[in-house]
Nanobody
Framework: QVQLMESGGGLVQPGGSLTLSCAAS????????MSWYRKAPGKDQELVAR???????NYQDSVKGRFTITRDNTKKTCDLQMNSLKVEDTAMYYC???????????WGQGTQVTVSS
């Protein structure tokens, strides 16, 4: 059974840091792209960060320089390190994976990140 399990969400003050982690199982992790998406109330879902099977990372402009996506193919995990958090980063964050062929797509259950003073 395919599983993507997020952890690390919670409440943090503006300017603070938080690390999200996605643990994967049930598919060949090392051959898949890993991504973090987010959805805030009243806003469209957006791709926050993506890391390819080869380790190349891309970021939404609004988080570039503040967020870092990494993967560990041994642990089968993908982390999103979030620094200098802003109120507008508040959203439900979702882990996503797919192969280069884009023939399947897996989603985690989501984890809430709330940035508030």
């Amino acid at each position: 059974q395919v599983q993507l399990m997020e952890s690390g969400g919670g409440l943090v003050q503006p300017g603070g840091s938080l690390t999200l982690s996605c643990a994967a199982s049930g598919f060949p992790f090392s051959n898949y792209y890993m991504s973090w998406y987010r959805k805030a109330p009243g806003k469209d879902q957006e791709l926050v960060a993506r890391i390819t099977a080869g380790g190349n990372a891309n970021y939404q402009d609004s988080v570039k320089g503040r967020f870092t996506i990494t993967r560990d193919n041994t642990k089968k995990t993908c982390d999103l390190q979030m620094n200098s958090l802003k109120v507008e980063d508040t959203a439900m964050y979702y882990c996503h994976s797919m192969p280069k062929e884009r023939n399947v797509s897996y989603w985690g259950q989501g984890t809430q990140v709330t940035v508030s003073s």
